[in-house]
């Protein structure tokens, strides 16, 4: 029977309860017409006793207005937390105070209207429950209706709060490039903690993704942890912090940095969606139940996506000096070893020899391919492969024909510097003209060209972020309609092209966030392939995006990152817990080496599904360990894979014996070695589920930078 999510209000219209999977949501209207927060956790009866008080004065320092937790609270009234929306009126009054006004039910929808108590400006709160996860989906719509416009200076999507407590733990995730994903845990205080990214996307440097849990209650397989995730690829800022009662205050939307939005008479401001959830099964099932969530509701085609293929790509065999006849024998090679996408990375384009010239010029450089892309493309499909190409639309070399016929394109303050990083600046696609002209040009191009897949790369952040063509008033727009805009060409180009994949890729993990990913099939976690630092960078990735969408290079050793040597075997054995692809040289390796390959990626396409659609266990984290563990549980339990990968090992230590989870305890697993291995001496080839996660199972690991990887299948 297929769940349900129920959306409730009460008769005297003063308590809202949104129920889903196994999560009870709730907020009520108090006596003094404020909404308020009433419950955020495990399920509760129908009976149960919600509602929301009215909040007293604790003394002069401390007023009613500013002791109610406010579900969205104006900056008004004297409020001190984090504000849902700040204003200032065109008569410089800066005082906002929302209270409730209506509601109603839309379908799955909640929709809960409040508006200033005197002035004409409005804010409207949506409200969603997925029946399967519990994971809410919260925006709210800014209105100004009155005859004069109003400034907004910061705006959230949502405001969330937690009862009074002094053992939370925030969980989240930082970085910098070729070392993204850093896992972090600190104490929730009333210092306020603010992750945020001022880069016009979402950033190496922090990523929109939050865990709450409590100390010496939760850890990774149980406890309460209350999750969230924004969906925005540009500027955009979490805060995390007690408030004077204790009370854990999260509030999540756009930067406020640099940010002003000009709200005209009738106009609307609608925010990105901030995406939270609730379990008692740990940060660890906090993921699960994430990816689970993310996989049906936010991916393009849910749960009948397509698994990821296998993919080659050409960056570290030929850099920019790509050619026809080179990309043709490299695509041989893939091809043997059972690669089942060839990707052509930069270089095929414009006036493009190395990265100082030619961005911005999407057309086929005829010196490198004479005869245009089809002759490449008609064999990469002739040997059984789709056909992919590198591109980087929103960026231009001011050593481009672009450039040079179009230079107001790109983000400028007049008479100022013009910052380049990589040799190149970013395009404004605030703007209407250039928005259309990108659209144009990526659909020619695949209109043109039979193309199955496109990595979307955008390498550098925003400096000098100006429109002068927009007015003084409305330039700081730039920071919304940029993003906007982007999302409606991804959303067009898949919309004429109904079959295109598309990756989004930022130097790495520079823009992975829920808002891409709803338009992108998959995602570059990072420009280091180092195979043992990808074990870190993976970990951190999987506690907010699943696996289906990470894609996990094998390349060359020594690796370029950190010049550390790794075996082949190693190397697969750490991408395989990810979409699998190929990134070396194929044209220096040796005989042996495409036996390997062969062997490692026939082995991951027999449990493919599994690693990209299943439950992913934590067993043992990489970092500061000597092992790590990670084991993948299909969604009917009947096949699991556990991955065992030794750092180091001292003595004659042996590696730990790992205990898996989520089997299914009554069914008989046949246990094999992925990639033909013999099992250990003394393990037996069979046992129930309960015996193995109870027994647990020892890979025959020594040395360093050593993997194996054990398969379940139930009979």
């Known amino acids: 029977m297929a769940a349900l999510a129920r959306v409730e209000a009460s008769a005297e219209a003063k308590v809202f309860r949104l129920d889903g999977g196994r999560v009870t949501y709730a907020i009520g209207v108090d006596e003094k017409g404020y909404l308020a927060p009433v419950y955020w956790g495990p399920s509760l009866d129908g009976g149960a006793p919600l509602a929301a008080r009215e909040a007293r004065e604790t003394s002069g320092f401390d007023p009613a207005g500013l002791n109610t937790a406010q579900e969205y609270p104006g900056?008004?009234?004297?409020?001190?937390?984090?504000?849902?929306?700040?204003?200032?009126?065109?008569?410089?009054?800066?005082?906002?105070?929302?209270?409730?006004?209506?509601?109603?039910?839309?379908?799955?929808?909640?929709?809960?209207?409040?508006?200033?108590?005197?002035?004409?400006?409005?804010?409207?709160?949506?409200?969603?429950?997925?029946?399967?996860?519990?994971?809410?989906?919260?925006?709210?719509?800014?209105?100004?209706?009155?005859?004069?416009?109003?400034?907004?200076?910061?705006?959230?999507?949502?405001?969330?709060?937690?009862?009074?407590?002094?053992?939370?733990r925030l969980h989240y995730l930082t970085g910098d490039w070729g070392a993204e994903w850093t896992q972090n845990v600190q104490p929730v205080t009333p210092a306020l903690a603010v992750i945020e990214s001022r880069r016009g996307s979402t950033s190496h440097q922090a990523n929109p993704w939050f865990a709450v849990d409590r100390a010496g209650k939760s850890d990774d397989q149980s406890g309460p942890v209350w999750f969230g995730a924004l969906g925005w690829s540009g500027s955009w800022r979490i805060s995390v912090g007690a408030d004077?009662?204790?009370?854990?205050?999260?509030?999540?939307?756009?930067?406020?940095?640099?940010?002003?939005?000009?709200?005209?008479?009738?106009?609307?401001?609608?925010?990105?969606?901030?995406?939270?959830?609730?379990?008692?099964?740990?940060?660890?099932?906090?993921?699960?139940?994430?990816?689970?969530?993310?996989?049906?509701?936010?991916?393009?085609?849910?749960?009948?996506?397509?698994?990821?293929?296998?993919?080659?790509?050409?960056?570290?065999?030929?850099?920019?000096?790509?050619?026809?006849?080179?990309?043709?024998?490299?695509?041989?090679?893939a091809a043997k070893i059972g690669v089942e996408r060839f990707v052509m990375d930069d270089g095929w384009f414009g006036a493009r020899n190395d990265d100082h010239a030619g961005l911005g010029d999407w057309f086929v450089n005829r010196t490198k391919f004479p005869n245009g892309l089809k002759p490449l493309i008609d064999r990469v499909h002739a040997l059984g492969m789709s056909f992919g190409l590198w591109v980087e639309p929103e960026m231009v070399n001011p050593d481009s024909d672009l450039y040079r016929a179009h230079p107001d394109w790109v983000m400028n303050f007049p008479g100022r510097p013009r910052t380049e990083a990589r040799n190149q600046l970013v395009l404004n696609l605030a703007r209407p003209e250039v928005r259309d002209h990108i659209l144009k040009t990526l659909d020619d191009l695949v209109s043109k060209n039979d193309i199955q897949f496109l990595k979307w790369d955008y390498n550098r952040?925003?400096?000098?972020?100006?429109?002068?063509?927009?007015?003084?008033?409305?330039?700081?727009?730039?920071?919304?309609?940029?993003?906007?805009?982007?999302?409606?060409?991804?959303?067009?180009?898949?919309?004429?092209?109904?079959?295109?994949?598309?990756?989004?890729?930022?130097g790495g993990g520079g823009r992975i966030d829920l808002g891409i990913l709803g338009l992108t099939d998959e995602a570059w976690t990072s420009d280091n392939t180092d195979p043992f630092d990808r074990l870190t960078i993976q970990d951190g990735y999987t506690r907010a995006y699943p696996a289906s969408t990470m894609m996990a290079w094998v390349t060359d050793s020594p690796n370029f990152v950190n010049q550390r040597s790794t075996?082949?075997?190693?190397?697969?054995?750490?991408?395989?817990?990810?979409?699998?692809?190929?990134?070396?040289?194929?044209?220096?390796?040796?005989?042996?080496?495409?036996?390997?390959?062969?062997?490692?990626?026939?082995?991951?396409?027999?449990?493919?599904?599994?690693?990209?659609?299943?439950?992913?266990?934590?067993?043992?984290?990489?970092?500061?360990?000597?092992?790590?563990?990670?084991?993948?549980?299909?969604?009917?339990?009947?096949?699991?894979?556990?991955?065992?990968?030794?750092?180091?090992?001292?003595?004659?230590?042996?590696?730990?014996?790992?205990?898996p989870q989520g089997l299914d305890a009554g069914l008989k697993y046949r246990v094999r070695m992925l990639g033909g291995a013999a099992l250990p001496v003394g393990m037996p080839a069979k046992a129930s589920g309960a015996w193995w996660m109870g027994q647990g199972i020892r890979a025959p690991l020594q040395g360093d930078f050593q993997g194996a990887a054990f398969v379940f299948d139930a009979e």
């Open 461 to 506: 952040n925003w400096t000098e972020p100006g429109w002068p063509e927009a007015g003084p008033q409305d330039e700081q727009r730039i920071y919304v309609d940029y993003v906007r805009n982007l999302y409606a060409i991804l959303a067009e180009l898949r919309r004429r092209h109904p079959k295109l994949e598309i990756e989004t890729c930022s």
């Open 244 to 333: 004077a009662f204790g009370r854990v205050r999260i509030a999540g939307g756009w930067n406020p940095y640099d940010f002003s939005w000009t709200l005209k008479p009738g106009e609307r401001l609608e925010t990105p969606i901030f995406y939270a959830g609730y379990t008692d099964s740990g940060t660890d099932g906090a993921s699960r139940l994430l990816h689970r969530f993310e996989r049906a509701s936010i991916l393009p085609h849910g749960e009948s996506a397509p698994l990821r293929p296998v993919l080659y790509n050409s960056w570290e065999a030929t850099t920019f000096n790509v050619d026809e006849a080179g990309q043709m024998a490299l695509a041989e090679r």
């Open 567 to 659: 075996s082949l075997d190693y190397r697969f054995l750490s991408a395989m817990q990810g979409s699998l692809g190929i990134g070396a040289n194929l044209n220096r390796w040796a005989d042996a080496d495409f036996a390997t390959a062969a062997k490692w990626i026939g082995a991951y396409k027999a449990i493919r599904s599994t690693v990209q659609r299943g439950d992913r266990y934590r067993l043992i984290p990489p970092e500061g360990h000597e092992t790590s563990a990670t084991l993948f549980v299909a969604p009917d339990r009947r096949q699991a894979v556990l991955f065992q990968m030794l750092q180091s090992s001292s003595h004659a230590d042996a590696a730990p014996m790992i205990h």
């Open 75 to 168: 900056q008004g009234e004297g409020l001190v937390t984090e504000p849902g929306v700040k204003v200032a009126f065109a008569d410089g009054n800066r005082d906002l105070v929302l209270k409730y006004v209506s509601h109603r039910l839309e379908g799955d929808t909640l929709i809960v209207e409040l508006a200033d108590i005197a002035r004409p400006l409005d804010v409207t709160l949506r409200y969603r429950i997925d029946p399967n996860t519990g994971i809410l989906a919260r925006s709210a719509v800014i209105r100004n209706a009155g005859k004069s416009p109003v400034r907004l200076d910061q705006v959230a999507a949502a405001v969330f709060t937690l009862p009074a407590g002094d053992d939370y």
